[in-house]
C-alpha cells in the first residue's frame, strides 16, 4: 500500500464530520490495502507507530527537504524507516536520526510529507479511530460490525483481526475465542454527571465504588497465572502480590477483571502517581514492593472454571465473583433493585466513597453483559468535576479539520511572583464556533509564531475542566491536569482573576501531595 493512499484518506476523514462518509472512505481504502499491510494501515491512520515514539522532537523534524516528484513510498518502507530511526543511538544518534528522517521525508511527496511529519511527531489527531476503523474494515471484509467487534474484544488486537478477515473474510472470525492467558480489552464506561442521572438511566444496578488505580486483568490457568495492563501489556513479574493472591483462590481457570492500588494510613488510597510508579518499575521489584504494597481489588470475572462468563448479566458475574475472590479483594458495592425506593441508599454510598478518598463511583445495569472494548452505556462512572480559570500561554496550529485554526492550547496558573506557570496543554472540547473565536482573539494576543506555536500574551481565560492532578515533571509546578477540556471562554475575567498554582493544588486532590 502507497503511503499517498494513506495519507489521502487521511486528509479526507478529517476533513468531513458525516460519520457515515468517514467509513465509506475507511472501507474503499481497506478494500484496496493488501492484508498484510493492515496493521500498519491501521495504526498510521489513528497516529501510532508500532515501534512506539521514535526520539525525534520538532527540532529534528523542521529540517526542510525536497519533496519526491511521484508517490513511490510503501508503508512497509515508512515502517523500516521508522524501525531504523528507533535503533539509533549512542555518540552522534542526533545526526543519525536527522539522517534517517531526511532521507524518509525525501522520499516523500509534497502530499506525504505533512502526514509523514504529524505521524513522527505524535500529531496526527482525527476522526480515524480504532472504532471508525473497525467499521471500514467490516464493509471492505464483508463481515457484520458486531461480530468483528467481539473477535477483536476477544483478541485485544484490531491490526491483527483485520489482517485475518481481509484475507479470509467471515469464515476467519471463528478463530478468535476467549482464551485464559490471552488478554481481552476492558470494558469502559460512559459519564454521568450525578448518581440520580445514572439511576434514572439504568434502573436496577450495582454502585460500586471507582478507584484510581491500575487497571488489571488476571488470568489463571492452572499453575500459570498472568497479569496484564488495560493496554493488554504483561506486567506480571513487576506485581507479585498479585500473582500470588490469583495463585491462592479456589479456581483454577479463571479471568478477572480489576484495580491495584496503595493503601496509606487510615486505609485512604495512595495517590495514582505512585502507584504508577510502582507498577512501572522494572528494576527492584522487591525493594519497590517492600516500599510500596499494592492491593488488588477485582470488579468482575470474565471466565470462571473453564466456561465463558461475558454474556451473564452483572448480578450473576457478581454471584460468580464473590464465590471466586474474599471480600477484602472485591470492590465494594450497593445493589440498588429499586432506585426509586433507594436513592438516598446510593447517594450516601457515593459520598462515603468520597470520604473515604476514592474518586466516584461506577454505577452499573445489572442485566447488562461484559461488552468488552467498548465504552457501554450501561457502565455509568460519576466524579466531582473540578475546573479552574487559566490563563492561554500558546497554542499550536492545528492540523486536518482544524487546519489554519489554533487549537491545542498551553494553560498556566498564577504564580506567587505575578508570571504564569504552565500545567499542561488540551484542545479538548473546543466546538468550530470556540475554535474560530479564540483562533481571532489569539492572533491579536501573538508575540511569536514559530510556524508550530503561537506565544501569546497571558491575557485570555479559559474555564477549563479536569479529572486530578499527576505529577509531571515536565512542568514547573510539578503537576499536570489529567483530562483536561475547555468549558468555555471568559473574556470577562482578566488574568488576575484566573486560579492560583496553589488553588490548583488545593483543588485537585490528593495526586497533588508532594
Known amino acids: 500500500m502507497l503511503l499517498a493512499e494513506v495519507a489521502r484518506v487521511s486528509r479526507e476523514v478529517a476533513a468531513t464530520s458525516a460519520r457515515s462518509r468517514k467509513k465509506e472512505l475507511l472501507a474503499g481504502l481497506f478494500a484496496a490495502t493488501d492484508a498484510d499491510d493492515a496493521p500498519l494501515v491501521i495504526a498510521y491512520l489513528a497516529g501510532r507507530l508500532p515501534q512506539g515514539r521514535p526520539g525525534v522532537g520538532w527540532s529534528t523534524l523542521r529540517h526542510p527537504v525536497p519533496p519526491a516528484p511521484e508517490p513511490t ?44 511529519l504529524r505521524l513522527l ?74 448518581v440520580a442521572e445514572a439511576l434514572t438511566a439504568l ?18 490457568d492452572g499453575a500459570d497465572v498472568r497479569v496484564y495492563t488495560r493496554s493488554l501489556d504483561e506486567i506480571t513479574a513487576r506485581l507479585p502480590e498479585v ?148 490563563v492561554v500561554l500558546a497554542a499550536e496550529w492545528g492540523h486536518g479539520r482544524r487546519t489554519g485554526l489554533l487549537s491545542n492550547l498551553h494553560l498556566g496558573a498564577r504564580a506567587a511572583d505575578g508570571g504564569f506557570v504552565m500545567l499542561g496543554k488540551t484542545f479538548k472540547g473546543l466546538t468550530d464556533e470556540m475554535l474560530h473565536w479564540q483562533t481571532g482573539r489569539l492572533r491579536e494576543l501573538a508575540v511569536e509564531d514559530s510556524g508550530f506555536t503561537v506565544r501569546v500574551r497571558p491575557e485570555l481565560v479559559v474555564e477549563v475542566a479536569f479529572d486530578g492532578l499527576q505529577r509531571s515533571t515536565r512542568y514547573p509546578a510539578g503537576v499536570t491536569l489529567r483530562f483536561a477540556r475547555v468549558v468555555r471562554h471568559r473574556p470577562d475575567k482578566s488574568p488576575a482573576e484566573a486560579d492560583t498554582v496553589e488553588t490548583v493544588l488545593a483543588t485537585g486532590g490528593p495526586a497533588a501531595e508532594a
Do not use: N
Open 73 to 116: 513510498l510503501t508503508v512497509r518502507d515508512v515502517d523500516a524507516a521508522v524501525t531504523a530511526l528507533a535503533a539509533v543511538s549512542g555518540a552522534g544518534a542526533q545526526a543519525g536520526r536527522r539522517r534517517v528522517v531526511a532521507e524518509l521525508l525525501g522520499a516523500a511527496t509534497a502530499d506525504e510529507q505533512p502526514f509523514l
Open 121 to 194: 511527531g505524535g500529531e496526527v489527531r482525527q476522526g480515524a479511530l480504532d472504532a471508525l476503523a473497525l467499521e471500514g474494515v467490516a464493509v471492505a471484509a464483508g463481515v457484520p460490525a458486531d461480530a468483528l467487534r467481539r473477535a477483536v474484544m476477544l483478541d485485544g488486537s484490531l491490526p491483527r483481526v483485520a489482517r485475518a478477515v481481509l484475507a479470509g473474510g467471515a469464515d476467519a472470525l471463528a478463530a478468535f475465542t476467549l482464551r485464559v492467558g490471552v488478554p481481552v480489552q476492558p470494558m469502559l464506561a460512559h459519564t454521568a454527571k450525578s
Open 203 to 220: 434502573g436496577p444496578c450495582s454502585v460500586e465504588e471507582k478507584l484510581d488505580g491500575i487497571r488489571v486483568q488476571v488470568h489463571r
Open 243 to 390: 500473582a500470588a493472591l490469583a495463585a491462592d483462590l479456589p479456581g483454577d481457570r479463571f479471568i478477572l477483571d480489576g484495580e491495584v492500588i496503595a493503601l496509606g494510613p487510615g486505609g485512604r488510597p495512595v495517590a495514582f502517581q505512585e502507584v504508577a510508579s510502582r507498577v512501572g518499575s522494572r528494576v527492584d521489584v522487591a525493594a519497590a514492593r517492600q516500599a510500596l504494597p499494592l492491593s488488588p481489588v477485582f470488579f468482575d470475572v470474565l471466565a470462571a472454571d473453564g466456561r465463558e462468563l461475558l454474556d451473564l448479566p452483572v448480578r450473576e458475574r457478581q454471584a460468580r465473583l464473590d464465590a471466586l475472590v474474599p471480600e477484602p479483594s472485591r470492590i465494594r458495592r450497593l445493589v440498588v433493585e429499586d432506585p426509586s425506593e433507594q436513592a438516598g441508599s446510593a447517594e450516601e454510598f457515593w459520598a462515603e466513597t468520597l470520604r473515604r478518598g476514592h474518586e466516584g463511583v461506577v454505577v452499573k445495569a445489572l442485566d447488562s453483559a461484559y461488552t468488552a472494548g467498548r465504552r457501554g452505556r450501561s457502565w455509568l462512572k460519576v466524579k466531582p468535576v473540578h475546573t479552574l480559570d487559566l
